[in-house]
C-alpha cells in the first residue's frame, strides 16, 4: 500500500471487528476497508494507506451471489502480492449494517448501495421534487438494514414556507431526525456535521440533484466531489456521480457518496416497515381483527383514524403499498432460492453421476458450484 500512514481506528476500526479478525491475522493478512470499487477493481485502505486490490479467484467462484463481492465500506482481509503494489482481497468480515435496494429491472436480486454505515442521511430538496412518500420508501430501506436514518432536508434557500415542510416531515419520519440545510447559505451544515462523529460512517442516499454531493463538499471544505447545475425547469438534474466512494472527514468520520436513484424497489421484508411507520404500527394493534388488512374491515384503528383527521390518507395508502410490495418481495425471494436450490441439487446429482463413471471427476464439477 502507498501513501500517508492511517489510523484503521479512524477508519472505524474497534475492538469488536478486531476480534473478529483475529483469525486472519494468523495467516498474516491485513485489515483493510473498501473505498471505491468498479467492476471488481478495488481500492481499498488500510494502515499503511491506499492501494488498488482485486479478489482472489477463490472468492470469485465461491461467492454464492454478487452481494458476496466487496463492497464499498466493508472491511477486508488482504495479502500484498511479491513485486506487485496491488493487493488480495481474501476475506469479507460479516457486514454488521447494509443499504440495500432490489436491482433496477426484472430479476429479483439484491443490489447493496453501502454497508458497514452507522447513520444513513436521507436527502430530499426543498423544491419541487420534494416527496414525502418517496422518504417513507427510502427509510424503509434503511431501516431493514439496520442503519440509524436521519432525514436531510436540504435547498431551505429555495422554500418559502419551511416550516410547514418541516412539521409534515417531521410525521412521515417517525422517529428519525430530520435536519433543514442548504449547501448553497451554509444553514445547518454545522449540525450536520456534530451528527458524524470520528470514527463513524455516514452514507448519503437520495435521488438525482437534490444536493448529496454538495452537502459532502461542504462537509469536506473543498471541491472533492463533482456537482452539475440542475434544470430550472423540472429541478431534476443529470448524474453527477457516478460511483460510491468512502471520503474521509477533516473533522473525523467518514462518508459514503452515492449516485442518486432513478429507480428504487424494496428488498429486504422483515420489520422496516413498521419501524418506519411507528404511528401506524402503534394504532394498527387496536384494529378489531388481528389480521385487518386495513382496507375493508369494520372497526380497523387506521380509518378510524383517518376519518378523525389524525392521521392522513396518503399515509395509510403509502405504509399499505410498500407492505404489498415486501410481501411480493417475500415471495419473489422464496421462488427464487427454491429454483436455485433445485439447480444446485440438480447440479450435484449430476457431478455425482459423473464421478462415479470417471475416477477424479470431482475436480473438474467442483468448479461448476
Ligand atoms: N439552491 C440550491 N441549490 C443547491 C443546493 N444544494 C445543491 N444545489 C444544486 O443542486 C444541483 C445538484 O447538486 P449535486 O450535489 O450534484 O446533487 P447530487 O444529489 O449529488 O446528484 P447526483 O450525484 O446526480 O445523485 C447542483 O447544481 C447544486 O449546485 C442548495 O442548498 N440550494
Ligand atoms: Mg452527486
Ligand atoms: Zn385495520
Redesign the pocket.
Known amino acids: 500500500m502507498a501513501g500517508s500512514p492511517v489510523k484503521l481506528e479512524s477508519l472505524g476500526w474497534d475492538a469488536r471487528w478486531e476480534g473478529e479478525f483475529a483469525k486472519f491475522r494468523e495467516t498474516n493478512l491485513t485489515p483493510a476497508r473498501v473505498a471505491t470499487e468498479d467492476k471488481h477493481h478495488y481500492t481499498v485502505v488500510g494502515e499503511p494507506g491506499e492501494c488498488l486490490a482485486v479478489i482472489a479467484g477463490k472468492m470469485f467462484h465461491q461467492r454464492q451471489s454478487n452481494a458476496g463481492f466487496p463492497k464499498v465500506g466493508d472491511w477486508v482481509a488482504v495479502a500484498p502480492q511479491p513485486g506487485e503494489s496491488k493487493v488480495v482481497i481474501h476475506h469479507v468480515l460479516p457486514r454488521r449494517t447494509t443499504v440495500a435496494r432490489k436491482v433496477p429491472g426484472r430479476e429479483v436480486e439484491e443490489q447493496l448501495l453501502a454497508v458497514n454505515v452507522d447513520k444513513a442521511f436521507v436527502?430530499q430538496a426543498l423544491d419541487a421534487t420534494f416527496n414525502l412518500r418517496r422518504l417513507e420508501r427510502f427509510l424503509v430501506m434503511i431501516r431493514e438494514g439496520g442503519a440509524e436514518p436521519v432525514v436531510i432536508l436540504?435547498?431551505a434557500?429555495?422554500c418559502e414556507d419551511v416550516d410547514a415542510r418541516l412539521a409534515e416531515t417531521q410525521q412521515a419520519a417517525g422517529a428519525a431526525l430530520v435536519i433543514v440545510v442548504?449547501?448553497?447559505t451554509r444553514l445547518g451544515i454545522g449540525q450536520l456535521r456534530e451528527r458524524i462523529t470520528p470514527g463513524q460512517t455516514v452514507v448519503f442516499i437520495?435521488t438525482?440533484?437534490?444536493?448529496?454531493?454538495?452537502l459532502i463538499n461542504r462537509l469536506c471544505g473543498e471541491e472533492v466531489q463533482p456537482?452539475?447545475?440542475?434544470r430550472a425547469s423540472d429541478s431534476k438534474?443529470r448524474?453527477?456521480?457516478t460511483w460510491r466512494e468512502l471520503i474521509p472527514l477533516p473533522c473525523g468520520g467518514l462518508v459514503i457518496d452515492t449516485?442518486?436513484m432513478r429507480e428504487f424497489h424494496m428488498w429486504m421484508a422483515g420489520d422496516g416497515a413498521d419501524e418506519a411507520f411507528p404511528d401506524i404500527a402503534e394504532l394498527a394493534v387496536r384494529c378489531h381483527f388481528r389480521n385487518c388488512s386495513h382496507t375493508t374491515e369494520k372497526r380497523c384503528a387506521l380509518k378510524e383514524a383517518v376519518e378523525a383527521g389524525q392521521l392522513p390518507r396518503e399515509r395509510v395508502e403509502s405504509f399499505l403499498k410498500l407492505q404489498r410490495e415486501l410481501d411480493y418481495m417475500t415471495e419473489e425471494r422464496r421462488q427464487h432460492t427454491y429454483m436455485a436450490r433445485k439447480r444446485q441439487t440438480k447440479i450435484s446429482q449430476n457431478a455425482y453421476d459423473q464421478s462415479r463413471q470417471r475416477p477424479g471427476g470431482w475436480e473438474e464439477t467442483d468448479r461448476l458450484q
Open positions: 436527502v436540504n435547498k434557500d429555495l442548504s449547501a448553497k437520495g438525482s440533484g437534490v444536493g448529496k454531493s454538495s456537482t452539475i447545475e440542475v438534474g448524474h453527477s456521480t449516485p442518486g
